[in-house]
């Protein structure tokens, strides 16, 4: 089934966009779209960026009128040689819809350090803004490549595939994470890049401020009066940020031994959540404004200490032959961060993420404070919980004691669910990509990590990498399909959270 409505066309669904873009007063955007993804022949570009481009294309976001899509890479295709090898990723297409988008991309061949691939890259480019007669010409260039290569591709696009100033538009580059190692590297790389580039023109991103639910945190806490007086250190215990896989790094473990679970997951993709559950209410909504609050929150985080680190590292992890015998690396930690201020103080937060678990999922719980004066004795059921699923079956629900059904006055846990896949069955949650590179398109910075946010966002968590590094905090091995190293659940009981036994929440289904 098409990602669109039912029985509609892509172009009355463009004509429906255009009309709800009138009614928000959402920034108008004129002139022929030129997006250019670089490393086209790559794994995430076929997996997550043309996905997320067709997806735009399906619901009527770009326009086959307006819109030129080219692939670079050094691997030698052809145009439909690219195209049929993104075909089977785009699911749910009819083909008729597929033809016209396929239609739209253009392949160039080229290196990423050299200026000829990158001439006949603007050239391609150029010939389609002067055949589309457009006034205004807009270049969006995502770089779904290594870090290792944003320095020279950058210079390159800079040199040679910049917007002409003849025209009005734009030049926009997305690029992705990670954004250095350590704070010295991502303050080189940034260094470099802002050399070439202003701060907005780059779009740094990560995909998981593109998810429905973390999306809501701010809707949730700022524009419900129940939660304002509650999101403070009077009421709240403690909080949890959760990442769980349940695999290893299936191949991939050379590539994940240089970086570790902190780095692929906890130092970004917790960390931003982290900021929007943990910041102050912004001004406004615009992006700098959010911005400008996510970076005060990330300065208020004292120096982690050591002792409240768990690393782990699951039994046959360097069974992977291009993963070193004697390597340290974490494939789980639970590190708790705390906020020096006055919302905060004394409230732990534990960012959790570990591969190869019992489990898959990504939440954000809250855990409230005991109910002082305990008349029903039903402490040990356990504490009022928010809880916010991102992944998989998206989720909101509230633990709460209510009374169990029937003569006696006994109590139990249930929760109070907004579940999503039943509250909006018919509705298209959208994938974080597509949300992302839309934003792009528009201008809009807001979900995207600002130059001094990734600043501080490293200078939390390198002094804690460098000791990883340096073999001074040792990874304890874990069994695959467990809950992790049982010294993170020691760590998190010793910070104050308290498990609830014999409750689980079921999603709830159709049937």
Known sequence: MSGGSAGSSPSSRRASFNSLSRDLDLPSEQGCLSIVVLGASGDLAKKKTFPALYHLFDQGFIQSGEVHIFGYARSNLSDDGLRERIRGYLKGATEEDLSEFLQLIKYVSGSYDNGEGFEKLNKAISEYEASSKSESYRRLFYLALPPSVYPSVCKMIRTYCMNPSSHPGWTRVIVEKPFGKDLDSAEELSAQLGELFEEHQLYRIDH???????????????????????????????????????????????????????????????????????????????????????????????????????????????????????????????????????????????????????????????????????????????????????????????????????????????????????????????????????????????????????????????????????????????????RGPKEADELSTRVGYVQTHGYIWIPPTLA
């Not at 509650?230 to 009421?235: M, Q």
């Open 208 to 482: 998981y401020l593109g998810k429905e639910l973390v999306q809501n945190l701010l809707v949730l806490r700022f524009a419900n009066r129940l939660f304002l007086p509650l999101w403070n250190r009077d009421n709240i215990d403690n909080i949890q940020i959760v990442f769980r896989e349940d695999f290893g790094t299936e191949g991939r473990g050379g590539y994940f031994d240089q970086y570790g679970i902190i780095r692929d997951i906890i130092q970004n993709h917790l960390l931003q959540v982290f900021c929007l559950v943990a910041m102050e209410k912004p001004v406004s909504l615009k992006p700098e404004h959010i911005r400008d609050e996510k970076v005060k929150v990330l300065q208020s985080v004292n120096p982690i200490n050591p002792e409240e680190v768990v690393l782990g590292q699951y039994d046959g992890y360097k069974d992977d032959p291009t993963v070193p015998d004697d390597s340290n690396t974490p494939t789980f930690a639970s590190v708790v961060l705390r906020v020096h201020n006055e919302r905060w103080e004394g409230v732990p937060f534990i960012l959790k993420a570990g591969k190869a678990l019992n489990s898959r999922k990504a939440e954000v719980r809250v855990q409230f404070k005991d109910v002082p004066g305990d008349i029903f004795k039903c402490k040990k059921q356990g504490r009022n919980e928010f809880v916010i699923r991102l992944q998989p079956s998206e989720a909101m629900y509230m633990k709460l004691t209510v009374k169990k059904p029937g003569l006696e006055m006994a109590t139990e846990q249930s929760e109070l669910d907004l579940s999503y896949g039943m509250r909006y069955q018919n509705v298209k949650i959208p994938e974080a990509y597509e949300r992302l590179i839309l934003d792009t398109i528009r201008g809009d910075q807001q979900h995207f990590v600002r130059r001094d946010e990734l600043k501080a966002a490293w200078q939390i968590f390198t002094p804690l990498l460098h000791d990883i590094d340096d073999g001074k905090l040792k990874a304890v091995p874990y069994q695959p399909g467990s």
